[in-house]
């Protein structure tokens, strides 16, 4: 295998990406949106920087701790204990940002953003990608490493193996982004399943390096977000914003507010499985939904399917 292309920048392709890389394999990684990190994402304001996507990260495998050893010494991480944790794991977050964690992962890698890949075919010379910017390719070996929904689409028709991409199920999640001109009147940072409607309301601006305005990340609860799925932008902030209404009580003026939507959030069945492979071990498939609902499990994922095309 001289190159391969990775689909997806999130953990789990960058991961598998920066693996191949150090065993000399070319690699070509296509990323859709303009940022890295997949649901590790910051969104910036005038007033200062929400990470919208995962709130903080734990390291229980040894190599997934060296890994975010690496970052913290970086500068690119650093522990975050806020009021109403739960637990005494540490929690970990990105530094300018939750897709700092990814920084070293994506260092020296060939990524091309904003560009999304359509349809895996075959030819003589290995596989070639349609993209919404033309074919790409040919690679000798291809990893999607993208939701379970979006990968089982790519590959349905290349191995009964990816079969079992459909049993994985993701929940969706709708995310209110929220500046106020002074404190919200809460004294936790972190609310875990606080009321009816919200799964995590964060206080973003409580994390380190986070500067500007008092800033909330809320999560919508699974069901609400299935109900409200298809609200555009502005109508995901202003429903949000009420059901945190309920929590908070009277809130500050709002300076700044956009919404989210999470189609494929989070992992409610995983396959229990660290990557599927196929096409004489050229083909892999691998995210969060291989292992489980943690960035963690992502990481692992995108490692174990680079191996299992090396080995």
Not at 14 to 25: D, I, M, S, T
Request: neutral net charge; charged residues 20%; proline residues 6%.
């Amino acid at each position: 295998m001289k190159n391969c292309a990775v689909i997806g920048a999130g953990m789990a392709g960058l991961a598998a990406a920066a693996e191949l890389k150090r065993a000399g394999v070319e690699t070509v990684v296509f990323e859709k949106s303009r940022g890295l990190g997949g649901r590790l994402a910051t969104r910036r304001f005038a007033a200062g920087s929400a990470d919208h996507g995962a709130q903080y990260v734990t390291a229980r495998d040894e190599r997934f701790q060296a890994l975010m050893q690496q970052t913290v010494f970086a500068g690119h991480a650093t522990g975050w204990a806020p009021t109403g944790k739960i637990g005494n794991e540490p929690w970990l977050v990105g530094l300018d940002g939750m897709s700092g964690l990814v920084r070293p992962l994506a260092g020296g890698l060939e990524i091309v953003r904003q560009t999304q890949i359509e349809r895996i075919g075959t030819t003589s010379e290995g596989y070639a990608l349609q993209s919404d910017r033309g074919p790409q390719g040919p690679f000798d070996a291809v990893i999607v490493a993208v939701p379970a929904p979006q990968a089982g689409p790519l590959l349905k028709a290349h191995g009964r193996p990816f079969d079992e991409i459909s049993a994985a199920r993701l929940q969706p999640t709708l995310t209110g982004l929220f500046a106020f001109d002074g404190p919200v009147p809460l004294d936790n940072d972190f609310h875990p399943e606080p009321a009816a409607g919200i799964a995590t309301a964060v206080r973003n601006s409580s994390k380190p390096g986070r500067n500007g305005a008092e800033c909330w990340i809320v999560h919508a609860s699974h069901d609400w977000s299935r109900h409200n799925l298809e609200a555009d932008r502005d109508e995901i902030a202003a429903k949000v914003l009420d059901v945190f209404r309920r929590l908070a009580g009277d809130l500050p003026p709002l300076v700044w507010q956009s919404g989210h939507r999470w189609r494929h959030a989070a992992v409610e069945v995983s396959l229990g499985a660290p990557c599927l492979v196929a096409g004489d071990r050229r083909l892999a498939a691998c995210g969060d939904w291989c292992l489980g609902p943690r960035v963690e499990a992502a990481f692992l994922s995108g490692h174990a399917a680079a191996r299992a095309l090396l080995d």
